[in-house]
């Protein structure tokens, strides 16, 4: 039994921030990374940012600077961040998780989307 459940999506105006969040829960050990991705309509599906279990961050280049993931391991999980949007950002987030379900068995869960919609 293993969930990502995701929150924070909506509408905002160019400019505006929103923070998106992604709790695991479940049967598993820890979490060896986690990320957000997006999915634009005609495009395929892009990394956004990712923080791994060291907490080494990285981010695509369209989102530098403005968009900031981080984590809070005694909630297993994960935000992201997300200051002077613009609708180029338009796009449905995923939340991607690497968990240790057993003691050498690494599984990669989806959430199942939330969309963020910047307007103007």
């Known amino acids: 039994q293993v969930q990502l459940v995701e929150s924070g999506g909506g509408l905002v105006q160019a400019g505006g921030s929103l923070r998106l969040s992604c709790l695991a829960s479940?049967?598993?050990?820890?979490?060896?990374?986690m990320m957000w991705y997006r999915q634009a309509p005609g495009k395929k599906r892009e990394l956004v940012a990712i923080i791994t279990s060291g907490g080494n961050t990285n981010y695509a280049d369209s989102v530098k600077g403005r968009f900031t993931i981080s984590r809070d391991n005694a909630k297993n999980t994960v935000y992201l961040q997300m200051n002077g949007l613009k609708p180029e950002d338009t796009a449905v987030y995923y939340c991607n998780a690497d968990l240790l379900i057993e003691s050498s068995l690494l599984h990669n869960y989806w959430g199942r989307g939330t969309q963020v919609t910047v307007s103007s």
């Open positions: 479940g049967r598993f050990f820890s979490i060896n990374a």
